[in-house]
């Protein structure tokens, strides 16, 4: 209503919360799936076909077979990886170095490109180009917590020309840290955090939002072998972070002299302090943490159709041991999930 801003200094401001129904309706499958891999803070899902390939801090590793190779280890953490349809592997790290793996070749770095240090997402357009979601331009990847509680927009998504014939081109900025990337056709499918949607991009940078006001922060974006798609969220909304959010004068006090840890912000685990927020919310009947509890992690994949349209979703709630899922990939008809806050992938199909 266009009267709201004028009303809510005298009423307040609500603070809503969309709700999990229809195909988000809350269940255990992630707590119930099994444990493919026991593996600290796995990361960046994706698959060449035969292999599975993901990040664990400063590490890469391929799984094939029940067999873990390691492929290379780096001075920062990955933040970043894709993998071409001829099985190159490009990869981000924290301190926004970009690198290109040929599958028969010598690695190389990529050039640095002006304004390009914080790669959250990587998406091979054919062999040639590579699509590059910075999640923003003030922090790097590891500093998301502060973008968020800073309330920043400054992301934005490049193409870079892996020939070496155009450089890099800015196809748009201004983003709320964009955090997946899925090329489709002549357009880019971006997940924006902090604006809690998915949106399309198109070639001269046109925004199209398709799925709006999703009720956690949408992480890494992956194929389905039906035509689909998976989106990972990799932490939940409630209340007390949305008002805190409002609240410019109170947050910047807890972002000065409060430990990050014990912010009141999202986290991909939680409930392993005293000092940690929202204790109070998490309702125990006769020793029983109740799931509906509010939290500040939760696990949550997102099955969408080809429209993109959400038709089923996989769940690990406030008492669950699952959270924190940052990105999803098939291989070989299996669909494996990377439970960053919960130290394991999982095999949810």
């Known amino acids: 209503m266009i009267f709201d801003p004028i009303l809510d200094i005298f009423r307040g401001k609500a603070v809503t919360i969309p709700p999990m129904d229809g195909a988000l309706k809350p269940n255990t499958a992630l707590d119930d799936a099994p444990v493919a891999l026991e593996v600290e803070a796995p990361d960046n899902l994706c698959s060449d076909g035969e292999r599975l390939i993901f990040s664990s801090h400063h590490k890469v590793f391929a799984w094939h077979g029940g067999r873990i190779e390691e492929i290379q280890s780096f001075d920062a953490p990955v933040t970043a990886l894709a993998v071409s349809s001829a099985g190159d592997l490009a990869i981000g790290l924290d301190n926004g170095d970009l690198g290109l793996m040929p599958r028969d070749g010598s690695p190389r770095q990529l050039p640095a490109t002006a304004n390009l240090a914080c790669p ?55 983003l709320a840290f964009p955090n997946g990337l899925l090329v489709d056709r002549d357009t880019v499918i971006v997940a924006e955090a902090w604006q809690h949607r998915v949106v399309r991009l198109a070639a001269d940078g046109a925004q199209k939002p398709i799925l709006e006001k999703l009720p956690g922060y949408p992480a890494r974006l992956s194929p389905a072998g039906d035509g689909g798609v998976w989106l990972a969220l990799f932490a939940p909304r409630n209340r007390l972070i949305e008002f805190t959010l409002l609240e410019d004068v109170y947050r910047r006090q807890m972002m000065r002299d409060v430990p990050r840890e014990y912010w009141i912000a999202p986290a991909l685990a939680s409930g392993t302090n005293f000092l940690e927020p929202l204790q109070c919310g998490g309702v125990r009947t006769m020793g029983i943490h109740k799931p509906w509890s509010p939290s500040r992690s939760y696990g949550l994949v997102v099955k969408l159709d080809g429209q993109l349209r959400p038709v089923a979703s996989f769940h690990s709630r406030a008492n669950g041991h699952r959270h924190g899922v940052t990105s999803v990939a098939e291989v070989g008809g299996r669909v494996f999930a990377a439970s960053k806050g919960g130290h394991a992938i999982l095999e949810i199909m």
């Open 120 to 174: 959250t997402a990587l998406a091979f357009d054919g062999t040639d180009a590579l699509y590059v979601a910075q999640g923003s331009a003030r922090h790097r990847p590891s500093d998301w917590a502060v973008d968020l509680m800073s309330k920043n927009a400054f992301g934005s998504v490049w193409r870079l020309d892996l020939a070496g014939k155009g450089g890099a081109k800015l196809v748009v900025q201004g």
